[in-house]
């Protein structure tokens, strides 16, 4: 029985199966529409997240199976004090599959190890949320065409986004990718990373602009800057507009460049930008009920 | 001279970081043993300048080797028996080490868990470097 608790667990062959399998998925729906048939996913989110719950229960539902779970540890006996490991252990006994968040990091570890059912860790605070990371791969695989030999810019708050660590360690598994980090200096990605990427001999450049590196990028990854992650009003108000995402900045992209957002973008992607065809992150959010989709099948081991 | 006589059965280990030698006696839980334990600190040392030593006379299956090498892998560890050297260990650190070491982590799951044991992982053998296997933080201290 398998798990997935880091997008690392899957070598670069199984990311190939499965995505080909989520790819079979979106031009063929109806073939899986009742390959789940019979089967249960519990959903159980210790903290809310409606984006990465409803993606689950659409991916299971989409597949003819049903959901059950709870969507805030005040509804559910976390609440009475009860472990994770003992709520694993009664759930095993509920459904057949079991997606996971919690604020606790390493939690859905804790439950993989106890469970008599597989596990998906959809994010343990600031730690893992794998399903966004093989969602991302999935959409640039689909939409580039491949995964390897791009420029990315991943721009943002790289300090503290655990979805930008989580891709660019999963990138470094391809061969021939640039990155670009583009951050205000407080928010820089962090020295681990950098120094993984040396020690790799893969070639990065730090920059506080998007325009320094807008015609380069064959790919940008948008994150969210937090007013709060600034140490001061000042910094915030004198840096913010260069990290906001709009039509001037889009004009100086190449014409196949992609947009991706892991969402809920706030004020970081004009909307203006949204209607660009190069602008994916709505593209991305379908891609995630593929790939969890996939990824269901795989770990209940069903074929079709 | 301080002289320390000979021991029939147990260990020596030598060449312990001066000011060490308290934190590996309790760490190795010697206080729990019914055991004869001596603690030398400061001893002149050629290479070291000075070094702590610490004999302790028990069955020779008692000590564990792991929690010694995580603390520190330069320990000589020289094995007695009917008062004659038989055996000297080499400490490797070890691959993974369970409740020796508490993951500090506020947000980790060992935080709040009944019964979850602390078990960390060497990420980096090179640089030592052991990390949480539920949060993968860093573990900072040395001994």
């Known amino acids: 029985m398998r798990h997935l608790m880091n997008p690392l667990d899957f070598t670069t062959e199984e990311l190939d199966s499965l995505f080909d399998l989520a790819n079979d998925i979106e031009k063929n729906p109806a073939k899986y529409a009742h390959a789940c048939e019979g089967k249960k996913l519990a959903t159980c989110f210790y903290e809310p997240s409606t984006r990465t719950r409803l993606s689950f229960e659409s991916a299971m539902l989409g597949l003819g199976g049903q959901v059950l779970g709870f969507s805030d540890a005040g509804s559910s006996s976390a609440a009475k004090g009860e472990s994770v490991s003992d709520t694993i252990r009664v759930i095993s006994c509920y459904a057949d599959i079991c997606a996971m968040r919690h604020p606790k990091e390493g939690a859905p570890m804790v439950a993989a190890e106890r469970s008599g059912i597989p596990v998906i860790n959809a994010g343990d605070g600031g730690h893992q949320h794998p399903t966004q990371t093989l969602t991302d791969l999935l959409t640039i695989r689909s939409l580039k065409g491949r995964l390897g030999n791009f420029t990315i810019g991943l721009c943002g708050d790289l300090k503290f986004g655990r979805t930008a660590h989580s891709l660019i360690n999963a990138l470094v598994r391809y061969p021939n990718i640039h990155f670009y980090f583009i951050s205000p200096p407080e928010l820089r990605v962090p020295d681990y990373i950098t120094d993984m990427l040396k020690e790799k001999k893969i070639v990065y450049k730090e920059v506080i602009r998007l325009e320094e590196c807008m015609p380069m990028l064959d790919l940008l990854y948008m994150t969210r800057v937090q007013r709060e992650r600034f140490f001061n009003e000042e910094d915030y108000v004198r840096l913010k507009d260069f990290y906001i995402l709009n039509k001037p900045k889009m004009a100086m992209a190449k014409k196949d460049m992609l947009v991706l957002h892991p969402l809920p973008r706030v004020n970081e992607i004009s909307v203006e930008v949204d209607d660009d065809p190069r602008a994916v992150y709505f593209k991305q959010v379908q891609y995630g009920v593929y790939v969890r989709m996939a990824l269901i099948l795989t770990l209940l081991e069903i074929q079709v | ?143």
Do not use: W
């Not at chain 2, 006379?57 to 000589?76: G, M, R, S």
């Open chain 2, 1 to 143: 001279m301080l002289n320390v006589g000979k021991i029939e059965e147990g260990f020596v280990l030598d060449h312990i970081e001066a000011g060490k030698s308290l934190s590996i006696y309790h760490h190795l839980q010697l206080d729990k043993l019914d055991c004869m334990v001596a603690i030398i600190r400061n001893a002149r040392s050629d290479k070291m300048g000075k070094k702590d030593i610490l004999k302790v006379e028990c069955d020779i299956n008692t000590l564990n080797l792991d929690v010694l090498a995580f603390i520190d892998h330069n320990i000589t560890v020289n094995v007695i028996k009917d008062g004659e050297l038989i055996d000297k260990k080499d400490l490797v650190l070890p691959k993974k080490i369970k409740n020796i070491i508490k993951c500090k982590n506020p947000r980790c799951i060992t935080s709040i868990e009944q019964g979850l044991p602390h078990i960390f992982v060497l990420a980096d053998e090179k640089a030592e470097i052991y990390r949480c296997k539920y949060c993968e933080e860093k573990y900072n201290e040395r001994f």
